[in-house]
């Protein structure tokens, strides 16, 4: 393996330790959510909640981190311009700030409007609750201003155990506060408990901002050169998360006339669907991108391509199993994680159809996360905008007509279905911005692990029935047994039949899972 793919795997290994840790702990939160108040409107408005919270987040800060500040503060420290780098961090950091401080008290005067607009399905008494809740949510959109910009600096240090940490603060916090104060304040605990969990997830980041140098300058000079560049970087991709954000927001629309708990059975259906991406994905794409844009900055075209390369094939490799693994396992593990106290068999059945359709565009989404990153390491944000906005267009048209035909799992299918198109779209028009991309080994690596994972799919299914015919436990044990078997049996299946290919990409991950963390 070359020292850039054993670079990329030393932190992608940390990543995905401390993201499969917190994967866990936010399905422990969900467990504990559903189980407490099962799918239904209260629980549809607690996710409605965090619509308009989210949109300035990730309008703020979530896309201008992934797209503009990285690259541009990544560069700084790669030709050793780091005064100049913290100058500029902390003059974006200010406008921020103040477009956050006035944009909430907006939003907090007029939050039932956007409320009656975003679910116009609910009904009132469950719209006057999505109101209070989003206004609570809106304290943790100001500490999550602070994460986002704390992890954009670290992940640019090559520093990323603090920020994991924080998310496994996070949802701890949550679950806890949840729990605890749930006969007092109903579902307005959790929204409690996820400000409360917010402020200490950046908390925990500061002593490692303190390790990296951190250096804040009190400034507005909108003249300083790294501040216009980020500026002009972050232009088109706001103009693109805003179609993503009304792409949601349609979504949620048509999700509100659907019923009780369709909100919530999309959401969750959802969540488990990004469990792959959040472990596998995320962690590939985060720990690659630093080093593609020192790539970049240095020149070394070749070296980016075929960094590019491996990550995505590293990606299918995971990513199209899990797929088919939740697939295979994805009714029993939903009755094993959630049925519970309040949530039933029917609403398993429910999030499992809703599932497997999302399942579809698993592996373009994990895909993504590389692309869009490659993209923005060469300082070009405009192409993942429009990608973005062609695929989200199409993803609308599709959300409404497929949703007349089958409900919320049209809804699953058209996410999906613009997932792939969006991949599609990256893809092709990198390969002619840079050349060839080895195009040939990406197929041969999607057909292989799309083989291997029919094979592990149908050995799974045939196992999991055969057990949960013959056990004779209790419900709780006859399941958790019929999953690990499961799970065993598949990761077992799909390693051979991939090893005996001797796939580079197959030495990156497997290097992911045994390498022990080491400086890098």
């Keep these: 393996m070359s020292e850039t793919g054993k670079r990329v795997a030393r932190a992608a290994v940390l990543l995905m330790i401390t993201v499969v840790i917190s994967r866990f702990l936010g399905y422990g939160r969900e467990v504990a959510l559903y189980s407490i108040f099962g799918i239904n409107y209260v629980t549809d408005a607690y996710r409605a909640a965090f619509s308009v919270p989210d949109f300035l987040y990730m309008m703020l800060v979530g896309g201008a981190l992934s797209s503009a500040f990285i690259p541009v503060f990544s560069s700084c420290i790669a030709t050793r311009q780091e005064q100049e780098g913290w100058k500029s961090a902390s003059i974006v950091f200010n406008y921020v700030l103040i477009a956050l401080i006035l944009l909430v008290i907006i939003a907090y005067f007029y939050t039932l409007p956007l409320v009656k607009l975003l679910a116009p399905g609910l009904p009132p008494g469950y719209i006057a609750l999505t109101v209070d809740l989003t206004r609570i949510m809106f304290l943790q959109t100001a500490f999550m201003v602070l994460n986002g910009f704390a992890m954009g600096i670290l992940n640019s240090c090559n520093n990323f155990a603090a920020p994991a940490i924080g998310?496994?603060?996070?949802?701890?916090?949550?679950?806890?506060?949840?729990?605890?104060?749930?006969?007092?304040?109903?579902?307005?605990?959790?929204?409690?408990?996820?400000?409360?969990?917010?402020?200490?997830?950046?908390?925990?980041?500061?002593?490692?901002?303190?390790?990296?140098?951190?250096?804040?300058?009190?400034?507005?000079?909108?003249?300083?050169?790294?501040?216009?560049?980020?500026?002009?970087?972050?232009?088109?991709?706001l103009a693109g998360l805003g179609v993503i954000q009304l792409n949601l927001f349609v979504t949620r629309n048509l999700a509100s006339g659907m019923g009780a708990g369709a909100i919530s059975s999309l959401d969750l259906a959802q969540k488990l669907m990004n469990l792959p991406i959040g472990i596998f994905a995320v962690s590939i794409a985060i720990a690659i991108f630093p080093t593609l844009t020192v790539l970049v900055a240095r020149g070394e075209l070749d070296m980016f391509k075929r960094s590019t390369s491996l990550g995505l094939r590293a990606i299918f490799l995971v990513s199209i199993p899990a797929s088919f693994g939740l697939a295979a396992l994805g009714l029993p593990m939903i009755r094993l994680l959630f049925e519970h106290g309040e949530y039933t068999a029917a609403m398993a059945e429910t999030t499992y159809r809703v599932l497997i359709f999302y399942l579809v565009g698993l592996f373009a989404y994990s895909a993504i996360?590389?692309?869009?990153?490659?993209?923005?390491?060469?300082?070009?944000?405009?192409?993942?905008?429009?990608?973005?906005?062609?695929?989200?267009?199409?993803?609308?048209?599709?959300?409404?007509?497929?949703?007349?035909?089958?409900?919320?799992?049209?809804?699953?299918?058209?996410?999906?279905?613009?997932?792939?198109?969006?991949?599609?779209?990256?893809?092709?028009?990198?390969?002619?911005?840079?050349?060839?991309?080895?195009?040939?080994?990406?197929?041969?690596?999607?057909?292989?692990?799309?083989?291997?994972?029919?094979?592990?799919?149908?050995?799974?299914?045939?196992?999991?029935?055969?057990?949960?015919?013959?056990?004779?436990?209790?419900?709780?044990?006859?399941?958790?047994?019929?999953?690990?078997?499961?799970?065993?049996?598949?990761?077992?299946?799909?390693?051979?039949?991939?090893?005996?290919?001797?796939?580079?990409?197959?030495?990156?991950?497997?290097?992911?899972?045994?390498?022990?963390?080491?400086?890098?």
Aim: aromatic content about 10%; some cysteine; glycine content about 8%.
């Design 167 to 237: 998310s496994l603060v996070y949802n701890l916090v949550i679950i806890g506060v949840g729990i605890a104060l749930e006969n007092r304040f109903g579902i307005a605990a959790f929204a409690y408990g996820v400000v409360i969990g917010s402020a200490l997830n950046f908390i925990v980041q500061i002593p490692a901002l303190r390790g990296v140098g951190l250096k804040y300058h009190f400034s507005f000079d909108h003249r300083d050169k790294g501040f216009r560049q980020i500026m002009i970087l972050m232009v088109p991709v």
């Design 369 to 520: 996360q590389v692309l869009n990153r490659s993209f923005y390491a060469l300082k070009d944000t405009l192409i993942p905008v429009i990608a973005s906005a062609i695929t989200i267009a199409a993803n609308i048209y599709l959300s409404i007509q497929l949703s007349a035909m089958i409900g919320a799992k049209g809804l699953a299918l058209a996410y999906s279905l613009a997932g792939i198109v969006n991949l599609l779209i990256l893809i092709l028009v990198l390969r002619k911005k840079v050349g060839r991309i080895g195009g040939g080994a990406i197929v041969k690596g999607f057909a292989i692990s799309t083989g291997a994972s029919c094979v592990m799919f149908l050995v799974v299914r045939l196992i999991v029935d055969y057990l949960l015919e013959i056990l004779s436990f209790m419900e709780e044990i006859n399941l958790f047994i019929s999953v690990s078997v499961g799970v065993t049996a598949g990761v077992m299946v799909y390693a051979l039949l991939v090893y005996l290919f001797k796939l580079e990409e197959t030495e990156l991950v497997w290097g992911m899972i045994k390498r022990k963390i080491r400086p890098a």
